[in-house]
Structure formats: structure tokens, C-alpha cells
């Protein structure tokens, strides 16, 4: 009697094990997936509100001068500035598709070289493509030319021109963006058709 009831209870421990062990490996097979999903959204989310930030100071900047900086805050993966072009590039990796993959998202702007002045002059793009097991995003903020009215025969052009100072690549933490107006600031050429304004706007990575 009373080995079958220690069989029984030898059972049922096994059993309770046997349980355990699977409720364990289904919450492994569930929960890091989840876990991932969550950091890459974090990721995600932080860059773009970096982005956002970084064209704002600029536009500040560019409208009434002085100084912004950007501190205390983490790249995902590297900030490129590619000052002959007047474009940024932070490019980071994602383990899922948080972004809708192979196709261009404007978060600012849209795909027009140039716009009319009133709308904004940033353009910030955003691209995820899967390569092998992982996902490569890149956010790119450039600058696009402003069309203003007709004064005089000429139609008036604004370019907001941005130079490089300090390195041209950074990342991880413990960085600064300084932000200013260069010393020349605004400069005016005349041609035939035009009036071109082209705001300087340095910006030193640190």
C-alpha cells in the first residue's frame, strides 16, 4: 500500500516537472521575441526622436541665429554627416521589421528636391531592408531648397548650407552636437533668373 502510494507521488513530481518545463520553454519560445520586438521599437522610437530634434535645432538655428546644442543621448548605431550634400545619415540595425521594409517613409517632407517657402525645409526619409537575419534602417535628413515669391523680374531661392566641423562620423554615447550660425551666416548671389539667400549653419559632432 504504501509503495504504491510513494509510486504514485513520484508520478505525479514528474508530471509537475515534466510541466514546468514546458510551460518554461513556452514562455522562451513566446516572451524573447516579445522581448526583442519591444527593444527594436525603443530603438526605433529614440532615433526618430533624435532625428527630429537634431532637424529642429537646425531649422532654429537657421531662422534666428544663435547657438543649440544636443546632449545626453545615445546613437543606436552611426550619425554620418556628409556636409556636401547637406545630409545626415544614422544607420542602425533592428532584428525585426519594425519599419515597413523595401519602401521609402517620409516623416518629414516628401520626395520633392524643392519646395515653397512656408513648408519645411528638412526632409527626413526612412528605409528598412532585411538583410540575412536582420533588418539594416536608415533615416536620412537633408535640406531642399525654398521657392519664394517673384520680386522684380526674379524669383527668390532659399538654401540652408550646412558645414561640418569636428568629426564626420559618430557613435554610441557620451557625444555633443553643437549647432551654429556660421560666421558668414547669410550670403546673396544674383544671377540672371534668381536671387539665391544661403544660410551657413555650422554644426560640430563631438
Not at 14 to 24: A, D, E, G, N
Not at 174 to 179: F, G, K, S, V
Not at 185 to 202: A, L, V
Request: negative net charge; charged residues 25%; aromatic residues 6%.
Amino acid at each position: 500500500m504504501n509503495s504504491s502510494k510513494g509510486q504514485s507521488q513520484i508520478i505525479t513530481g514528474v508530471l509537475l516537472v515534466m510541466i514546468m518545463i514546458s510551460l518554461v520553454a513556452v514562455t522562451y519560445f513566446w516572451g524573447i521575441p516579445l522581448i526583442e520586438k519591444q527593444k527594436d521599437t525603443v530603438t526605433v522610437s529614440n532615433a526618430e526622436r533624435f532625428i527630429k530634434t537634431l532637424n529642429e535645432k537646425i531649422e532654429d538655428v537657421a531662422k534666428n541665429g544663435g547657438t543649440q546644442k544636443i546632449t545626453g543621448f545615445e546613437i543606436p548605431g552611426d550619425l554620418k554627416l556628409i556636409d556636401s550634400e547637406n545630409k545626415f545619415i544614422l544607420n542602425f540595425k533592428t532584428t525585426g521589421d519594425i519599419i515597413a521594409t523595401g519602401k521609402d517613409i517620409y516623416l518629414i517632407g516628401d520626395d520633392r528636391s524643392e519646395a515653397h517657402v512656408g513648408e519645411e525645409p528638412g526632409v527626413i526619409l526612412v528605409r528598412s531592408d532585411k538583410v540575412g537575419n536582420k533588418y539594416d534602417v536608415s533615416m536620412r535628413l537633408y535640406y531642399r531648397n525654398l521657392t519664394g515669391a517673384i520680386t522684380n523680374g526674379k524669383s527668390n531661392k532659399y538654401i540652408i548650407d550646412i558645414i561640418g566641423l569636428g568629426k564626420t562620423m559618430i557613435s554610441g554615447s557620451n557625444h555633443e552636437i553643437t549647432i551654429s550660425e556660421d560666421a558668414s551666416y547669410t550670403s546673396e548671389i544674383e544671377t540672371k533668373d534668381e536671387r539665391i539667400y544661403i544660410t551657413k549653419i555650422d554644426v560640430r559632432l563631438d
